[in-house]
């Protein structure tokens, strides 16, 4: 569905997208990870046809993104960050203006914004006014409106942005529910949970490049033969001790100590046996001892570093 | 059954058309009953205000002049009336039609929805076609307001039915010539120029086509004149006093409103061609990112200076221009090449036929012709002729964009000059305005013309000279490429007011008199070429190294200001 090739942007003298290459098949839903200023946004605006590479191509549905906009456009569905309302129009108006606008005859124009509303649980409330909703339920109008014209590809831009605690659940099962469909979605949001239950696949960026991509489980399993991730509970007065003796072992890679006697572990093998012996031998009591599974965010926080474009 | 399959396409084509998103949301402002109540309310103080107005200048004039006695006689107070009706509704929609297209690009950009509109893949067509559409029902609320009135004149006699079905279908061509004439200079230059400048030009049009000032034509860019003409037509004042002959003081007749028509249906063919040319995409390009735009330098800005909204919103409705269809889009090139030599090519054709054919007796339509096109293409550097092409290579060399509209501002300026300076002296075409010059002054009026056009170029490229060292010492040199043609036009009419003062207080015969009057020579024959009549080639020799040396200075000082911009990657 997406392919890009080699892209680079700059604004002036910033590289904002550096040498970045992505392919999305048909139906998969991809995350955008990646700190402020990674060029997550600049991605997707230029995936969005709203700015163009310098150097590198994109085609998506077999049309280049340059060249032939408009029949992307057309089987988009872009829903920005950032955007605006027209002023004095309620919701049925408003999803109107943008039916007239994505060219639905007015013989399904009704139709089409009733199934968008009712997708986005919006259904029965056509009449109050778009400058009075709350946040969540703008994110929700505007989801409604980028779903008007029934895209092929969805763009969302940080679709979970401000919103409290129940609506981005909310919003979360909307986009379950819309890759379930077929949808080819590509997401970038900062709250990684959502990402890891939505995304079939991750981009991760940094300071305009890509840091890792690929399949979110092959990854998480290849994170998690790598390093694993254990946590081993000893008494608190132990446990500076506990870490001394444990990081000189060869498997363990870092070694800290939270407030409540809890070593934190990265464990390069599978095997802690060596760990468990070394803390006999020292006469440590062993109180308990976890194994955590690798996510999204131990993810992200493994491959980036902070850096910004 | 071919036949029924292509009407059905072209019959969704055109459903498809209309059915556009900005009448969606107009229909709502022009019938909500709040707005209607404003209409009226503006509308019928307006109409009240000029009946009571017209009514205390006749009666006034009645007791010092005894023609006018004849006229209101003659006329009767139902034509008295309605004229006055028209005219008020003339100047209303000269206010108010621009102000209700103003918004079409700025609205969605302030509300930061224009990207919205963009993605979804509407035609610049379709998306503006709906302003037209609204226009054409606020015109239908602005009659529907004032016909209790027509009703009432009608009732009082002197007027016809017919002479109101005239001025009424003359007014809905100038609503027409109004928007599309606004949506060109807001789709090439500035939604924020825009609307001051066509309000501005339009009202002035308006007043000088009450005043009849000679030649006139620009009184004829509205339906003023013509609709006055209800006030003298068949009165032997119109011979004797207060009404010269020319353009822009024509009875009300079918001819004439014919006419009138079809001149307004070339401003109307140039402004959608504009509308449907768009932006220099090749330039908007440069700045191929929808909505922010750094430059260097920027860190050290105020943020107001930053906004660049010209070029930024250039850019963006170049990415609105990439929803017309390939085949359009492909042609583009073609099109945007050839159109400045076919445009002046036809606009020359027309300019004899309406010389010969429409208007012997007048032999000024040549004339005004040429007045137009100079200031349009001088003094607003049409870029509607700009070439992308030469554009797309001269930017991939880092030239700076004002140096791009600088050489299509001088393009423009020789292709005037050559065209309406040389060929109708090389003719020997006759082209004197009839009031100015008569019998053996024909030949003098073929130098006077070249003298004329050249001095436009001069004074014109000197200007743009002055305000491009202005806006790349003060500014940044990509920041208001409208401010630039704003000032601009500002600082052309300060020879003619130059002219004028020295004209009023120097003596005919001293010799500033004759300085002051060659700074202001070219303008000063907007208000009568009578009063340069007499100074002849001194005056082009003496303005000429006035402006070739302004033009050099200052073209130096904005080179060595320039800024060039980013090296465009493709």
């Known amino acids: 569905m997406i392919t890009a090739n080699a892209l680079n942007k700059a604004y002036d003298d910033v590289a904002a997208i550096q040498d970045v290459s992505l392919e999305v098949e048909r139906g998969q839903t ?19 046809t709203l700015a163009k590479p310098d150097t590198g191509a994109i085609t998506i549905a077999g049309h280049d993104a340059v060249h032939e906009p408009r029949e992307i456009r057309r089987r988009l569905g872009f829903m920005p960050a950032e955007f605006g309302i027209p002023r004095d129009l309620n919701m049925r108006e408003y999803m109107h203006y943008f039916a007239c606008l994505a060219g639905l005859s007015q013989d399904s124009r009704d139709s089409a914004i009733d199934q968008a509303l009712e997708l986005t649980d919006l259904r029965g409330r056509d009449d109050v006014m778009v400058s009075g909703l709350s946040t969540g339920n703008k994110q929700r109008l505007l989801l409604a409106k980028t779903l008007i014209h029934d895209p092929e590809l969805l763009i969302l831009d940080e679709p979970s942005s401000g919103l409290d605690p129940r609506a981005r659940v909310e919003v979360r099962e909307i986009l379950q529910e819309l890759a379930g469909l077929g949808k080819t979605i590509v997401i970038s949001s900062h709250i990684l949970k959502d990402l890891d239950s939505i995304c079939s696949h991750v981009l991760i960026m940094e300071a305009g490049r890509v840091v890792l991509a ?48 809890w070593l934190l572990l990265t464990s390069s093998a599978s095997n802690y046996n060596p760990v468990l012996r ?4 020292e006469d440590i009591q062993v109180l308990g001892m976890v194994e955590e599974t690798s996510d999204l965010e131990t993810l992200f926080i493994q491959s980036t570093k902070g850096d910004i474009t | 059954m071919a036949t029924t399959g292509r009407l059905n396409a072209a019959s969704k084509r055109w459903r498809t058309l209309i059915n556009s998103p900005t009448w969606l949301r107009d229909a709502t402002t022009v019938t909500s009953p709040w707005r209607l109540g404003f209409w009226f309310l503006i ?39 309605s004229g006055t009706i028209f005219l008020a509704l003339t100047f209303f929609l000269t206010i108010f039609v621009p102000l209700r297209v103003a918004g079409v690009f700025l609205g969605p950009r302030v509300g930061r929805y224009f990207d919205q509109i963009v993605l979804s893949g509407i035609t610049p067509w379709r998306f503006l076609i709906g302003k037209v559409i609204g226009q054409q029902a606020f015109f239908a609320t602005a009659i529907a307001v004032s016909l209790p009135y027509f009703i009432l004149c009608l009732s009082f006699g002197a007027v016809s039915f017919w002479e109101v079905i005239l001025c009424a279908t003359m007014l ?38 009450l005043e009849h000032l000679s ?53 109307l063919g140039l402004g959608s061609l504009a509308v449907a040319l768009g932006p220099i995409n090749a330039l908007a390009n440069g700045l191929n990112t929808f909505g922010a735009v750094v430059f260097p330098g920027d860190k050290k800005r105020s943020s107001w200076l930053k906004r660049r909204f010209g070029l930024r919103r250039q850019a963006e409705l170049s990415f609105l221009y990439e929803n017309n269809s390939t085949a359009w889009r492909a042609c583009d090139f ?20 309406w010389t010969y054919w429409l208007f012997p007796p007048f032999g000024s339509g040549f004339y005004a012709l040429l007045m137009f096109l100079c200031i349009c293409a001088i003094f607003l550097n049409i870029r509607l002729f700009a070439d992308p092409w030469m554009a797309e290579r001269l930017y991939a060399k880092r030239f700076e964009a004002g140096t791009l509209n600088a050489m299509h501002f001088l393009g423009n300026s020789v292709m005037i000059w050559l065209g309406f300076g040389w060929l109708p002296a090389f003719l020997g075409l006759d082209v004197t305005p009839q009031d100015a010059y008569r019998g053996s002054a024909q030949l003098e009026i073929q130098d006077k013309n070249l003298i004329f056009v050249t001095q436009f170029v001069l004074m014109g490229t000197a200007f743009y000279a002055i305000v491009r060292w202005f806006i790349v010492r003060r500014l940044s040199g990509e920041t208001s490429a409208f401010l630039a043609l704003f000032v601009m036009i500002v600082l052309a009419f300060v020879p003619f007011w130059v002219g004028l003062f020295g004209n009023l207080i120097t003596p005919l015969d001293s010799p500033d008199h004759e300085l002051w009057m060659m700074m202001g020579f070219p303008l000063m024959l907007i208000e009568s070429i009578e009063s340069v009549r007499w100074l002849g080639y001194r005056a082009l020799s003496w303005s000429a190294s006035f402006y070739t040396v302004i033009t050099l200075l200052f073209a130096m000082l904005a080179w060595k200001r320039r800024q060039q911009l980013p090296r465009r990657r493709l």
Request: glycine share 8%.
């Open chain 2, 215 to 267: 030649p006139n034509p620009i009184g004829g860019m509205t339906p003023v004149s013509t609709i006055l003409g209800m006030f003298y037509e068949d009165t032997y004042t119109r011979q004797t006093y207060t009404f010269r002959g020319g353009f822009g003081s024509l009875g009300l007749t079918s001819s004439n409103v014919l006419l009138y028509s079809i001149l307004s249906a070339c401003t």
């Open chain 2, 43 to 81: 509308l019928n103080t307006l109409i009240i205000v000029s009946l009571i107005f017209t009514y205390a200048k006749v009666t006034t004039d009645l007791s010092r002049y005894r023609y006018d006695l004849a006229v209101v006689a003659e006329m009767g107070l139902g034509r008295l009336f």
């Open chain 1, 30 to 48: 991809l995350g955008l990870l990646g700190p402020n200023g990674a060029g997550k946004t600049t991605l997707l605006r230029m995936l969005a």
């Open chain 1, 278 to 281: 070394v803390l006999l031998d």
């Open chain 2, 172 to 209: 809905f061509v100038y609503i027409h010539v109004l928007v599309v004439v606004y949506l060109a200079i807001s789709t090439l230059l500035s939604e924020i120029v825009a609307l001051p400048l066509v309000i501005g030009v339009f009202f002035a049009a308006a007043i000088f086509g």
């Open chain 2, 334 to 353: 073609r099109r945007r090449w050839s159109l400045r030599e076919l445009t002046f090519g036809l606009l020359i054709a027309s300019a004899l036929i």
């Open chain 1, 214 to 261: 690929g399949e979110v489980a092959t990854l998480k399993d290849q994170l998690h033969a790598v390093n694993r991730l254990v946590k081993v509970h000893v008494a608190p007065d132990k446990a500076v001790h506990a870490a001394i003796s444990v990081e000189a072992l060869p498997q363990i890679t870092a070694c800290t100590v939270d407030t409540d006697g």
